[in-house]
C-alpha cells in the first residue's frame, strides 16, 4: 500500500478546514441569539417595571397613612400586558411558550432575574416608612453579603402581585408547591428559612443552569467535580466513520429517532399517558468497538451534549451515598436534553445480590432506587456494559434497546485499517493491509492504539514512511495487554 491509497483517510485537510468553518458559524448563531435574547429580556423588564410602578402608585395613593392596610390587588384590567413574545427564538421566548407560563409566573420569574441583570429597578423598594422608621415589611426583601443592591424575597411577590389580598397571596404561594413548575423543572424556588418564619420570607433563587440560558441564550455546561461527577465527551468525526453492522447501526438510528421525534410522538400524538418520556439503552459489546464513539455521535447528530458519568465519584461504600450522588447528576441533567452515558456500567447496574447481611439488602435498595430514577428521567441514558449478561434483570426489562457491538469482521478491519492514518503518513510498501485485517481480529479500539504507537515511532526517527517492523510490534503489545499472542 502506498500513500496515494490513503484518501479514504477521513481527517482530511478539507474536513479540519470544514469544523473550523462550523466553530465559526456556530459562534455567529451564538451571538446572534444571545443578542435576541437581550432584547427579549428588556422587553419584558420594561413590563415588570410598569407593572411595578402601577402597584406602587396605587399602594401610595390608596394608603397615604404608611401604616394603614395595603391596597387591594391591581385589577386585570390595570395590569399592563405582557410583550408578546409567542414567536420569538430567544431562549427567553422558548421557555414562555414551551411551558406556556402564565403571566404571574413571568413576573416572579423576571424578578428573580432582575438583581442579576438590572439590579437597580428594584431600588425604589429600598423606600424608608417613616412610621417605623425602617424599610417597608410588606415589601420584602434581604440585604446580600456582598451584593449592595435590594434581593427580593417571596414577600416581594406577593406584594406585585397580590397587594394584601389573601386569596392572591395564596395562590401564589402555591407557585412554589414540589408539583408547580418553578420546582418540578428546576427553575427557582424559595430560599430555606429559619424553623418558625415565613416561607415567603426566603429569597427568589434562579438555578444557575436557567439563570446562564435565559441571560446568555445558551446552555451551561457544568464543570467537573463531586457536585456533577461527569465530564462533557465530543467527537470531532461522524458517521461514515463508524464501522459497524447494518443491524446495529439501525439500532442506533431508532435511538436517534427517539431524541429527534420523541417530543412530537409525546404531546403531538398525545402519546405521554401511554409512553415514559424518556429513552433507556443498553450497549454491550468488547472494548474498542464503538460504544462510547456511538454515544458521542448521537449526540452531535441530534444537538445534545452527552455526558460520560465518572463511576468511581458515585458508587460509595458508605450507605445511601451512591444513592445521593445519582440524584444530583438526574437533578442536573432533568429536562436539559443531554444523553448520561454509564461506561462499564455492571458497577452500578450490576446483577443483584442474595440478601445474606445489611448490606446487600442496601445494595438492592440501591438497584431499585436507579430504576426508579431512569423510570423518571425523561432524558436519554445509555448504560455501556462488555457483557449483557453482567446487568441485572429488572434493568434488561425496561430497556427500550439493546445494541450488540460485536468484534469487526475482515471487511470491517480493512476499512478501519483504511481510515485510521494521517494523511501525512507514507505507509512502507510492505504493508499489505489486507492481509493484517484478515490475520489479526482486532477491535477498532485496539486498532487505532496500533495506529499511535507506529506513528510515534515514524515521527521519533524524523519520518513520514511507517515501517511493517513497527506495524506488528504494535499488534504485538496490544495482543499482550489482552492476554493474547501473535
Known amino acids: 500500500m502506498n500513500s496515494s491509497q490513503q484518501s479514504h483517510n477521513p481527517v482530511s485537510p478539507d474536513r479540519l478546514d470544514g469544523h473550523h468553518d462550523d466553530r465559526v458559524q456556530q459562534h455567529a448563531n451564538a451571538k446572534l441569539m444571545n443578542h435576541k435574547n437581550a432584547q427579549d429580556l428588556e422587553q419584558e423588564l420594561n413590563w415588570f417595571a410598569d407593572v411595578l410602578n402601577a402597584r ?4 401610595f395613593q390608596l394608603t397615604p397613612d404608611p401604616s394603614a392596610s ?5 385589577p386585570a384590567a390595570d395590569h399592563p400586558p405582557p410583550p408578546d413574545l409567542s414567536q420569538s427564538p430567544s431562549a427567553y421566548g422558548r421557555l414562555i411558550r414551551q411551558f406556556e407560563l402564565l403571566p404571574e409566573e413571568r413576573l416572579v420569574l423576571i424578578l428573580a432575574l432582575i438583581p442579576h441583570v438590572r439590579p437597580q429597578l428594584l431600588d425604589v423598594l429600598w423606600s424608608k416608612n417613616e412610621a417605623i422608621d425602617r424599610g417597608f415589611t410588606e415589601f420584602g426583601g434581604i440585604q446580600g453579603n456582598h451584593h449592595g443592591g435590594f434581593i427580593p424575597t417571596g414577600e416581594t411577590a406577593a406584594f406585585i402581585l397580590a397587594g394584601d389580598d389573601l386569596i392572591r397571596r395564596f395562590d401564589l404561594m402555591r407557585l412554589f408547591e414540589g408539583d408547580r413548575r418553578f420546582a418540578r423543572l428546576q427553575i427557582l424556588h424559595l430560599a430555606p428559612v429559619a424553623a418558625g418564619e415565613p416561607l415567603l420570607s426566603g429569597a427568589l433563587v434562579l438555578s444557575p443552569e436557567w439563570l446562564h440560558r435565559l441571560t446568555t441564550g445558551v446552555d451551561r455546561k457544568p464543570n467537573f467535580n463531586s457536585e456533577f461527577p461527569a465530564r462533557l465527551i465530543e467527537t ?8 459497524l453492522p447494518a443491524s446495529t447501526l439501525e439500532q442506533l438510528d431508532e435511538i436517534k429517532h427517539w431524541i429527534l421525534y420523541g417530543q412530537e410522538l409525546l404531546q403531538g400524538w398525545e402519546m405521554h399517558h401511554r409512553l415514559r418520556p424518556g429513552f433507556t439503552s443498553l450497549f454491550y459489546g468488547p472494548p474498542g468497538t464503538g460504544k462510547t464513539f456511538s454515544a458521542c455521535l448521537l449526540g452531535k447528530h441530534c444537538g445534545c451534549d452527552v455526558y460520560k458519568i465518572d463511576l468511581s465519584m458515585i458508587v460509595s461504600k458508605y450507605i445511601g451515598e451512591t444513592e445521593k450522588n445519582l440524584a444530583k447528576i438526574f437533578d442536573l441533567a432533568e429536562h436539559k436534553q443531554w444523553i448520561l452515558f454509564f461506561d462499564e456500567a455492571d458497577a452500578l447496574f450490576g446483577k443483584r ?3 445474606d447481611d445489611s448490606h446487600d439488602r442496601y445494595a438492592n435498595q440501591e438497584i431499585s432506587f436507579l430504576l426508579q430514577r431512569i423510570e423518571d428521567f425523561n432524558g ?3 448504560l455501556a456494559s462488555n457483557l449483557k449478561a453482567n446487568i441485572d434483570d429488572a434493568f434488561i426489562r425496561r430497556f427500550q434497546s439493546i445494541v450488540h457491538f460485536p468484534m469487526p469482521k475482515t471487511a ?3 476499512q478501519i485499517w483504511q481510515n485510521a492514518f494521517s494523511p501525512k503518513a507514507v505507509l512502507e510498501d510492505r504493508i499489505e493491509l489486507h492481509r493484517i485485517a484478515e490475520k489479526y481480529d482486532l477491535s477498532g479500539g485496539t486498532i487505532m492504539n496500533v495506529v499511535r504507537y507506529v506513528s510515534l515511532k515514524a515521527l521519533s526517527r524524523h519520518e513520514h514512511t511507517l515501517l511493517l517492523t513497527d506495524l506488528e510490534e504494535g499488534i504485538r503489545r496490544e495482543l499482550v495487554k489482552e492476554g493474547r499472542t501473535l
Open 353 to 355: 445480590t442474595k440478601v
Open 56 to 59: 406602587l402608585n396605587q399602594y
Open 70 to 74: 395595603i391596597s387591594q390587588p391591581i
Open 412 to 414: 470491517e478491519r480493512l
Open 380 to 382: 436519554v441514558v445509555i
Open 236 to 243: 470531532h468525526l461522524d458517521w461514515e466513520d463508524l464501522i
